[in-house]
């Protein structure tokens, strides 16, 4: 799994998975009643706290000339756990291919657990490597001719001291969706292999996964937007340490604002706060932008409505707290 492909929006995202498509195509697929994608109910042993559905938006550029957009192409499902031994998050996020431009199927999930200075974290990815629209839908043909499908896994854990992360590689026969992901587990635990282990050691401070480094600097930009905290007070480009797959980054929250009123798409929200984020891998110095919506207070506080993120250059992503969803 390349690092750059681990920024989501990892939110996302992220995520990487090896083995014969018999079994996955004989296996059932994990959705909720309203047919978005549901996250595993077995992935994290912390009591669920908040849980949102999300709506996906893609933008395509075929011509670098323009953009053209479609609706409803995939969601996400985002998951906070939380007891007095640990906090964990959850995201599995992914396009529809009966509904995406050209049929592209790319999903990502990712778990983060933390309890004391214990940290877990599984990911899984359907691997693309594509640079433009053309190779993707060049990917795409490929995949259906040759009739086997690449998707990657990690399992990492940390400790104060040492970070260790695992990866497999998972061939299938059938193109398994986001709405597959308990399928691809099943695989993961029964018969991936890890193919190389990584271990480096942490340096103080580091936070073990992108999920958590995010949640924790949304939750400190909420707190310097109460009435409390004088404008000059507030905090400017905060960065946050974090592992991933053995590989340090930064996640720095470049600008934040808090607004009185806003509509995004059909629904309108009040006192939110727009803030815009860098994810920088040290080792490569790649960067990645990507901008959240989220609340000061209330009901949404510190839950993200809105988020764009734009991996390629000819595509850019939205997701939308899905309006059924009550915060």
Do not use: C
């Amino acid at each position: 799994m390349t690092p750059r492909r681990t920024r989501l929006v990892a939110w996302w995202l992220l995520g990487v998975v090896a083995v014969s498509g018999g079994l996955a195509a004989r296996a059932a697929s994990a959705t909720d009643d309203r047919g978005t994608p549901a996250v595993p109910r077995r992935a994290g042993g912390l009591p669920i706290v908040a849980e949102h559905h999300y709506r996906m938006a893609a933008k395509i550029r075929p011509f670098l000339l323009f953009w053209i957009g479609r609706d409803h192409v995939g969601g996400a499902h985002a998951v906070w756990r939380r007891s007095p031994e640990g906090t964990g998050y959850e995201l599995l996020i992914g396009s529809d291919p009966t509904q995406a431009p050209r049929r592209i199927n790319r999903w990502g999930y990712i778990a983060e657990e933390v309890q004391g200075s214990e940290a877990r974290l599984l990911g899984v990815m359907k691997q693309s490597n594509e640079k433009s629209l053309e190779e993707a839908k060049a990917n795409v043909a490929a995949e259906e001719q040759g009739g086997h499908y690449v998707f990657k896994a990690i399992r990492a854990t940390a400790d104060a001291n040492e970070a260790s992360a695992a990866v497999s590689t998972v061939r299938v026969t059938r193109d398994l969706t986001f709405r597959d992901v308990e399928s691809l587990l099943d695989l993961l635990e029964r018969e991936a292999a890890p193919e190389h282990v990584r271990r480096v050691p942490l340096p103080r401070g580091t936070r073990p996964g992108f999920l958590v480094a995010l949640a924790e600097l949304i939750h400190h930009d909420v707190a310097d937007h109460s009435p409390a905290v004088t404008r000059e007070a507030r905090r400017r480009a905060v960065s946050i340490p974090y592992i991933y797959n053995g590989t340090l980054h930064d996640l720095t929250l470049r600008a934040s604002e808090r607004l009185r009123d806003t509509q995004v798409g059909l629904r309108r929200y009040r006192d939110v706060i727009h803030a815009r984020f860098e994810a920088r891998n040290r080792a490569s110095g790649t960067a990645t932008d990507f901008a959240l919506l989220y609340g000061a207070s209330g009901p949404t506080a510190e839950i993200p409505v809105y988020a764009v993120y734009q991996p390629r250059w000819w595509l850019q992503v939205e997701l939308f707290l899905d309006e059924a969803d009550q915060p």
